[in-house]
């Protein structure tokens, strides 16, 4: 019995500092910051950027996702979809951004996003236009 409390002690111990690790755990060094980037496919380009800066940690903010063709062109039909987390802490959003406006030339404003802690956040975008559909991860440190 008290062997097994031992062993009990010991697993609670190794999965606290492995969650106290991880949450200390630096960003990889060759993170790719790129605030624009082509689908993995290539069926678009994608620019995203916090509509008002400094881009603080805790408020809601709100997005401003430009899509375009490899060529440039204005995507302006397009379903976008939300997701992310932190891939170092194994959580995802604490919130759940949605596209709340089209503005027009390839614009969309995607309203709710939060990120209420310090570290390696990934926010990821599903794009549906014109029959094709692609997807984009953009990377931010906090
Ligand atoms: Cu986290």
């Known amino acids: 019995m008290k062997k097994l409390i031992?062993?009990?002690v010991a697993v609670v111990a190794l999965a606290v500092a492995f969650v106290g690790w991880r949450m200390t755990m630096s960003p990889p060094d060759d993170?790719?910051?790129a605030r624009s980037k082509p689908t993995q496919a290539g069926t678009f380009v994608v620019a995203v950027g916090?509509?008002?800066?400094?881009l603080l940690q805790g408020p809601l903010h709100s997005w401003i996702?430009?899509?375009t063709?490899?060529?440039?062109a204005p995507v302006d039909d397009a379903t976008i979809s939300v997701d992310g987390g932190m891939p170092q802490h194994g959580h995802g959003l604490p919130t759940a951004p949605a596209v709340t406006a089209a503005l027009g030339e390839g614009r969309y404003r995607i309203e709710g996003v939060r990120f209420n802690m310090g570290g390696w956040w990934?926010?990821?975008?599903?794009?549906a236009a014109g029959g094709a559909s692609d997807a984009?991860?953009?990377n931010l440190v906090m």
């Open 69 to 72: 063709t490899p060529a440039g």
């Open 6 to 8: 031992y062993v009990l």
């Open 65 to 67: 996702v430009t899509v």
């Open 50 to 54: 916090p509509e008002s800066e400094p």
């Open 31 to 33: 993170l790719d910051l």
């Open 136 to 138: 984009v991860t953009f």
């Open 122 to 127: 990934e926010l990821k975008l599903a794009i």
